[in-house]
């Protein structure tokens, strides 16, 4: 079991930038892969990226390709998501997702955080 809690969400103008992290709970941080969705009103949650155990391997999606990174500590138990050159399409609820083994880019994630909002006006 691990819990997962995002903090660092807020409002930013298109082009400013945003850190997200993910704290985890428990001791085997470094045995789950991390993934990073987020869902828009009235779509569907959508990955945006993956990151490895050992954190060496990362994933994007082609809208944030460029913009975001994905990094981890195993150490602090944290993963994070910097996200620069905001838009305003990049608005929507972020949420860090854990499961055991290798990343895949896609819904396989057994355990979920509560999300959090991020907002960019033109």
């Known amino acids: 079991q691990v819990q997962l809690v995002e903090s660092g969400g807020g409002s930013v103008q298109t082009g400013g930038s945003l850190r997200l992290s993910c704290a985890a709970s428990g001791r085997t941080f470094a045995t789950y892969a991390m993934a990073w969705f987020r869902q828009a009103p009235g779509k569907e949650r959508d990955i945006v990226g993956t990151?490895?155990?050992?954190?060496?391997?990362?994933y994007y999606a082609d809208s944030v390709k460029g913009r975001f990174t994905t990094s981890r500590d195993n150490a602090k138990n944290t993963v994070y998501l910097q996200m620069n050159s905001l838009k305003p399409e990049d608005t929507a609820v972020y949420y860090c997702?854990?499961?055991?083994?290798?990343?895949?880019?896609?819904?396989?994630?057994?355990?979920w955080g509560q999300g959090t909002q991020v907002t960019v006006s033109s």
């Open positions: 990151i490895s155990r050992t954190g060496i391997s990362t």
């Open positions: 997702a854990a499961r055991s083994g290798a990343a895949v880019a896609s819904y396989g994630y057994d355990y």
